[in-house]
């Protein structure tokens, strides 16, 4: 018997107007058109999008598998990137 | 002295936080996943037989519609879980195969027959009911990929345990013909809805490794004791007997005590000899080859086109 050689695809759905499209899985199909079809079927059966987005998942460039890893150390020691990190008195308003 | 790797990995799963696909982790973590994500999606996709059975003779035109997304459904939430566990490094096609060779397992409730239309309704009660308590703590289970298509899961189920009690209850308030054709149904289901939750927990030889990955929130007598206080009022409201005479409500456990189960059947369902083993894998093995052709033109379309441009 021979294998799929479907190439796998990831799955982008846009919830509503307003909304970024999010990740909600992956599918395998011949194309991109097909894709896009199999994705509605699969993960829209219930009004759950407006838009979809498939990308062949091989296409994805991925950051390093170790989430906690340096590649997002440089932002971790700027507190003063938030605005809780300065103290400004109480009685200032619309600030 | 164990590994950087290792320590990340169980710090990870004690906080509560997700394990995701391409994070280090545990030669067995990946295994036991792979194995109880695949029989999960499996049992979704053989779970379409004992149904698709009935959508051509369903009664209405309302209940043919509802039972096809139902069955629709169920082909959904095996694909969801085939995803995930893809994410694993399992192949999707080599999942299947080992389902068609009988080398991975599947739900053992799909091995029953459907003989009535009140099968339907039962199984969308009972079936599903317990298949929602199994699913429900596996929402918060450790792998991310897993958790994620289980909440998906989960939000469908609830129409399919719904349509199930609804039709019961219109079959109910029938004729008398009817009524007792539910409760046949009920005696039939019950205790194969019992067995759903796996061997005792002093017999299951997973859960203990499977609960400190926090793969499994909960044992498997846990489970199928909330399953039984749950369909108690349930069967009394809809005016079903279900068919076990130790059946009696604790008020010292504050749970409802009930007679055992008869484990030799399970054993023996498990290991191939139920009433519809051979039936349902050659089933899904003629539906694979049939299709064969199918996914061979599309890939060949593809291609071409692919020349063209």
Redesign the interface.
């Known amino acids: 018997?021979?294998?799929?050689?479907?190439p796998?695809y990831e799955v982008f759905v846009r919830g509503k107007r307003g909304l970024n499209h999010v990740h909600?899985?992956?599918?395998?199909a011949?194309?991109d058109e097909?894709a896009l079809r199999n994705a509605r079927?699969?993960y829209t059966?219930?009004n759950e999008g407006v838009s979809i987005w498939v990308v062949k998942a091989e296409s994805i460039t991925?950051s390093s598998?170790?989430?906690?890893d340096p590649f997002f150390a440089p932002s971790g020691d700027k507190v003063y990137r938030h605005p809780t990190f300065y103290a400004i008195p109480e009685d200032v308003p619309h600030l | 002295m164990q590994s950087r790797e290792l320590d990340q990995f169980e710090q990870t799963v004690a906080a509560d936080h997700r394990v995701e696909p391409r994070d280090w982790m545990p030669d067995g973590y990946r295994a036991t996943l792979v194995r109880q994500i695949a029989q999960h999606a499996h049992s979704e996709i053989i779970g379409m037989q004992p149904e698709g059975n009935w959508i051509s003779r369903a009664p209405s035109l309302r209940r043919k519609a509802i039972l096809l997304a139902k069955v629709q459904d169920e082909a959904g939430h095996g694909l969801y879980l085939y995803a995930a566990a893809e994410t694993l490094g399992a192949d999707r096609a080599e999942l299947t195969e080992k389902l068609i060779a009988g080398r991975q397992k599947y739900s053992s409730i799909f091995n029953y027959p459907t003989l009535t239309y009140a099968d339907v309704g039962v199984i969308g009660w009972l079936v599903d009911g317990a298949a929602i308590c199994n699913q429900v703590p596996l929402c918060r289970t450790s792998y991310g990929p897993y958790a994620r298509a289980m909440i998906r899961v989960c939000k469908e189920e609830s129409f399919h345990q719904r349509q199930g009690y609804e039709l019961l209850m219109t079959m109910m308030s029938g004729t008398e013909q009817q009524r007792a054709m539910v409760q046949e149904s009920v005696d039939r289901w019950w205790w194969p809805s019992l067995m759903m939750f796996g061997p005792p927990d002093a017999e299951s030889s997973n859960t203990e490794q499977s609960m400190l990955w926090r793969i499994k929130r909960h044992t498997n007598d846990e489970l199928r004791q909330r399953f039984v206080d749950m369909s108690v009022p349930q069967a009394a409201k809809l005016g079903v007997t279900l068919p076990d005479p130790h059946l009696v409500w604790n008020a010292e456990r504050g749970h409802h005590d009930f007679g055992e189960i008869d484990w030799t059947e399970f054993w023996q369902v498990v290991k191939g000899d139920g009433p519809c083993n051979a039936q349902r894998v050659e089933h899904r093995r003629k539906a694979h080859e049939d299709g064969a052709w199918v996914r061979e033109a599309a890939t060949a379309y593809a291609r071409k086109k692919e020349q063209a441009a």
């Open positions: 018997m021979t294998r799929s050689s479907w796998l909600v899985g992956s599918l395998h011949p194309d097909m079927d699969l059966r219930r991925a598998p170790d989430e906690k």
